[in-house]
């Protein structure tokens, strides 16, 4: 499986079976998105949050690409809808325990909640995806799924994790492969102080850690 990482949250997977994206957020731009959706006919989104999806920018996308469908919770979908309702059926609502083909591709959702910020805010659906049976994209959790995991997309840092945290989740998913995301708050600096407690941890437990800067890939 080929993964081309962009800003944040939002990645691209291919095979010789399909492709498709996950998590187009408002911390990509405008190029950068039609960058990654160019060949692709599906988009899944893990949660409502504007960093993994930038909702305007989905919806032009879906007016302009009829074969353009798109996978997500609830809220995403009327998210969605809000801005046209004639593209609420490009939606399709999921939640955990799902298994469905996207892209030309297997797709099998675990969790099913966004990670606790803090009390006082609201939690909301978080759907993570296991692509192919073999990519996981926890989007803003640190969901670990009973199937095997070959290749993490680890969220590095967020308003709603510990280093602590992002290290057990890369020791309990055992995935062979670790690619960064989830990493837009972050400057060269901070990112650097995280990777390596990631780097460490990894060659401790097993899985081989391959930041990926935007625009890079690995796989395929």
């Known amino acids: 499986m080929k993964v081309t990482k962009y ?8 095979s010789a079976d399909g492709a ?8 990509s ?4 998105l039609h960058r990654a959706v160019d060949g692709v006919e599906a988009i899944l989104v893990t949660h409502e949050h ?8 989905v919806a032009d996308l879906l007016a302009e690409r009829s074969r353009l469908r798109v996978w997500g919770p609830q809220p995403v979908a009327d998210a969605v809808a809000d801005r046209s309702d004639a593209l609420r ?19 099998t959702t675990h969790g099913g909640q966004h990670a606790l910020i803090h009390p006082d805010v609201a939690v909301v659906p978080n759907v993570a995806y296991l692509v192919a049976g073999s990519v996981l994209h926890p989007g803003d959790s640190f969901t670990v799924p009973t199937n095997p995991v070959e290749t993490l997309l680890l969220p590095l840092h967020a308003p709603w994790s510990r280093v602590s945290e992002v290290l057990d989740h890369l020791v309990a998913v055992r995935a062979g492969t670790v690619h960064a995301i989830h990493d837009g708050l972050l400057n060269e600096r901070g990112r650097a102080v995280v990777e390596g407690h990631v ?3 990894a060659e401790a ?12 890939s690995a796989g395929g």
């Open 7 to 14: 800003t944040h949250s939002c990645v691209r997977l291919e």
């Open 20 to 27: 498709l994206i996950l998590d187009p957020g408002s911390f």
């Open 29 to 32: 731009d405008a190029d950068e």
């Open 50 to 57: 504007p960093d993994h999806i930038d909702v305007e920018a």
């Open 89 to 107: 059926e490009r939606v399709t609502v999921v939640a955990a325990g799902q298994e469905f083909e996207a892209g030309g591709l297997a797709v």
């Open 199 to 201: 780097q460490r941890v």
């Open 205 to 216: 437990y097993g899985p081989r850690y391959a930041p990926l800067r935007v625009g890079e």
